[in-house]
């Protein structure tokens, strides 16, 4: 019985040890996997450093591993941002990848563009001031659903911009194309996972272009020092 005894302690902490190996090797090759997207990731940030003369500031976790990337600089006047974030953890962790521009004489004006076709992940929710914009008569968003509480930013919507939103829906790539949004004084359009091809980087630089000639007609509406003026 003492002999029988001692083989299943023996069994069970072999299975045990085998068990530990497993899940060490298992989360051996997650990190690895992790590592090759972050490296493809800042392959792509190092593009657009040069191409925009960017600077760019990696962030630690509390293991000293870097976990955010973040490139800043300018662009046609306006401080812009371009940086992956996060929510939740493990399974149910989702990543993003933002652009942002700073436009803070746009006062409380919001607005969300949506793609009709586009990242579902990328949606930004609807402000509750926010009322849908019909554009069925107008072939430059009828492609979008926009929502914005300022009706004034589409009374004086120049022929350039509807020709940039045009092209740039087509350079979006369709399903793949992310959602814009105008809230407390900054422009971002974001994309769901990191920068990781050729493709997504040239989807951020098309929406650059757009948001940099989208900025430049907020700051006319506006009278660009008083953001009363979209009352």
């Keep these: 019985m003492l002999i ?4 299943r302690l023996a069994t ?10 497993t899940i060490l090797f298992v989360f051996y090759l997650g990190l690895k996997a992790y590592s090759r997207r972050y490296d493809k990731m800042l392959k792509q940030y190092e593009v ?3 191409r925009f003369q960017l600077k760019r500031k990696s962030y630690r976790n509390k293991w000293g591993s870097e976990f ?8 046609k ?10 929510h939740g953890k493990w399974n149910a962790k989702q990543e993003w990848t933002s652009l942002s521009l700073e436009v803070l004489f746009a006062g409380e004006a919001c607005l969300v563009i949506i793609p009709l076709v586009g990242d579902v992940l990328a949606k930004f929710a609807i402000p509750k001031e926010a009322s849908r914009i019909d554009f069925s008569e107008r072939s ?3 492609n979008f659903e926009v929502w914005s509480n300022q009706e004034a930013l589409f009374e004086k919507w ?3 911009l509807s020709q940039r939103f045009e092209k740039s829906l087509i350079a979006l790539d369709g399903s793949n194309a992310g959602c814009f949004q105008l809230s407390k004084g900054f422009l971002e359009y974001r994309e769901s996972g990191l920068m990781v091809d050729d493709e997504k980087r040239a989807r951020f630089q098309e929406a650059l272009l757009l948001m940099g000639e989208f900025a430049d007609h907020v700051s006319i509406v506006s009278g660009h020092s008083d953001p009363s003026s979209f009352q």
């Design 4 to 7: 029988r005894r001692e083989k």
């Design 12 to 21: 069970t902490g072999m299975e045990i040890l085998l068990i530990g190996v």
């Design 48 to 50: 657009l450093e040069k």
């Design 68 to 75: 955010r990337h973040n490139l800043s600089g300018n662009y």
């Design 77 to 86: 006047g306006y401080s812009l941002s371009l940086y992956n974030h996060y």
């Design 140 to 142: 430059s968003l009828s």
């Design 158 to 160: 120049p022929d350039s």
